[in-house]
């Protein structure tokens, strides 16, 4: 790794979140404003944002655009965070990009999501990409992907997180996230409650907004979910997709297939049907309720994070394989809803495992323990997600236990799939 590699990077997040676009905007000038030499898509949203990039993203590569995608965090490695068609950006991409960089980030003091974005633009430049479609990493307006003149942006959903940050009730935290969408241009918002349906409504209209609430233009319902996937029928303003294959899990996927499908067309960006069901059917996100073993019981990786998250997680499980109590490895950031999250948690766990999170914002175990156990719940304390898993795995050995489910963070997440796919334990 050379002395501005990954770990030089990585020391920029300083443990704190530092909103704000002067120190990104004086980055991208000092880089040659890379973000102005390409069409974007940007998605923001409290839940499913990941999922509804990466849909799009799949269906215009399947339609023949060269298309980049930027999300973020990251579940394995960096280069996730930058695609171009699908295929992440490899390391010597990235340290080639740090050495050339490093003087200009230096001197903006931008910070590790800042100098990551500008990568990300200046990757997406020098491959010539048709159009990026954008994640957006937290709130909207002050985010560094708050930079571009996007053809359509779209919301997925307004949940309490960030609270610290982005505001306490829906209201303001839509008023963080609304300013990703451009007069003159499409926002597409996914379901959302009256409330906060009406303050958008507003909002477009006072700022010249194109606004279409999904759930007034598209329907959906999913006809199967199985463990290979879930099919369902999508409808929307001259276009029906009927048993549309779609590569990821949970009901709530189909929701974010309509919003992924409403905002490319109205963004005058409609790939062709065979584009979609190609795209849909042939995603690579890991993380989003991934069963990484069928037999003798599942393994599931989830990178929910948040109450809703959760539920739909556990309401995935018990769609697939019933009520039957699991082992769970559990833990969460310090700025999580963990008694929400808990209590999704709790119908499903046979025992819940916590383990010591390699995160400077991660949580003791001790006290989530301690936490779960006040509710009700049977929880064990683990030094690491490995510990946790290697638990989970023998409980399930003793048959008190039908499968195992590893959520609540990336970070768990990452954890997970590095024991369950490198061998650090046999027993997966």
């Known amino acids: 790794m050379s002395a501005r590699g990954l770990d030089w990077l990585f020391a920029r997040s300083g443990g704190r979140i530092k909103l704000g676009l002067d120190r990104v905007q004086a980055l991208l000038r000092a880089l ?31 339609g023949g655009a060269k298309t980049g995608l930027f999300t973020s965090p990251h579940v394995l490695d960096f280069g996730e965070r930058v695609r171009i068609d699908g295929h992440p950006l490899p390391l010597d991409r990235v340290e080639h990009f740090l050495a050339r960089a490093a003087p200009q980030i230096e001197e903006t003091e931008a910070t590790f999501f800042e ?147 409403a905002l490319l067309q109205r963004a005058d ?11 849909f059917a042939d995603l690579d996100l890991p993380g989003r309720f991934d069963i990484v073993q069928t037999r003798p019981v599942p393994v599931v990786i989830d990178v929910a994070h948040n109450s809703p998250g959760v539920a739909a997680s556990v309401a995935t499980w018990r769609e697939l394989w019933g009520d039957e109590p699991i082992a769970i490895v559990f833990s969460a950031l310090r700025d999580k809803d963990l008694d929400a999250m808990c209590a999704e948690l709790l119908p499903l766990a046979g025992r819940i495992y916590v383990p010591e999170l390699d995160a400077r914002r991660g949580r003791p175990p001790a006290p989530v323990a301690d936490l779960l156990r006040r509710a009700g719940a049977d929880a064990q304390q683990c030094g690491s997600v490995a510990e946790a898993l290697d638990g989970a795995l023998g409980l399930v050995e003793t048959g008190r236990a039908r499968g195992v489910l590893c959520l609540g963070s990336f970070h768990v997440a990452e954890g997970a799939y590095r024991v369950s796919r490198w061998g650090a334990s046999a027993r997966l």
């Open 269 to 279: 960006l409609w790939p062709g049907e065979s584009a979609v069901r190609q795209g």
């Open 32 to 62: 040659g404003n890379p973000h102005l030499d390409m069409p974007t898509l940007v998605i923001g949203g409290s839940n499913g944002k990941g999922s509804v990039a990466t849909l799009c993203a799949s269906a215009l590569s399947a």
């Open 115 to 261: 100098a990551t974005t500008a990568l990300a633009f200046c990757a997406f430049r020098d491959a010539g990409v048709d159009l990026a479609v954008l994640e957006v990493g937290l709130g909207g307006r002050l985010d560094a992907t708050n930079v571009t003149l996007p053809l359509g942006a779209a919301i997925t959903s307004i949940d309490l997180e960030h609270t610290g940050i982005l505001g306490d009730d829906r209201l303001l935290i839509a008023s963080e996230k609304f300013p990703i969408a451009r007069a003159g241009r499409p926002l597409v918002v996914g379901p959302v409650e009256p409330e906060v349906a009406d303050w958008f409504h507003r909002s477009a209209s006072n700022d010249g907004v194109e606004l279409h609430l999904i759930e007034e233009d598209w329907s959906w319902r999913v006809r199967s979910q199985s463990e290979t996937g879930l099919r369902a029928d999508l409808a929307g303003p001259g276009i029906e997709l009927t048993d549309l294959t779609i590569e990821l899990l949970g009901r709530h996927q189909a929701a974010n297939s309509a919003l992924a499908c």
